[in-house]
């Protein structure tokens, strides 16, 4: 259970890093500096609100299904309109997926806008030592 604390209070202190570079950021833009990080900072919000319409647009491609379904169990559609509808789904589902790729992408970006990144352990050989 202690490892358990530490490892929390570790993602704590990394997260509260990044809230203070992103503060940073905002504060030198406000003074009309540019800084690396504003271009990952704009795009990470771009892409939140595109999730959030495409979530809304999967969830209503969800109802429709359902709704398709019982439709055709009443005899009222075939089942091409079933397939239809599922078709549909699937591309919504297939276009949010990809947008949390571009915004978690965004993200790491923007951690190496701001100096992050992961440190090699084995070396510059770590593939030809295998």
């Not at 990809?98 to 070396?123: C, F, H, M, N």
Request: net charge neutral; glycine share 6%.
């Amino acid at each position: 259970m202690p490892d358990c604390v530490e490892r929390l209070n570790l993602v704590l202190r990394l997260w509260s890093g990044c809230l203070s570079a992103a503060k940073t950021i905002a504060h030198e833009t406000r003074r009309g500096e540019n800084t690396p990080g504003d271009d990952s900072l704009i795009d990470i919000a771009k892409r939140r609100e595109q999730r959030a319409e495409q979530e809304s647009l999967a969830d209503a491609r969800e109802r429709a299904v359902r709704l398709s379904q019982l439709r055709y169990r009443g005899g009222i559609d075939r089942y091409l309109q079933v397939l239809d509808a599922e078709t549909r789904l699937f591309d919504a589902q297939l276009q949010l997926a990809d947008l949390k790729r571009d915004e978690l992408t965004a993200i790491v970006q923007l951690y190496r806008a701001l100096g992050g990144g992961w440190p090699s352990t084995r070396g510059p050989n770590a593939l030809a030592d295998r």
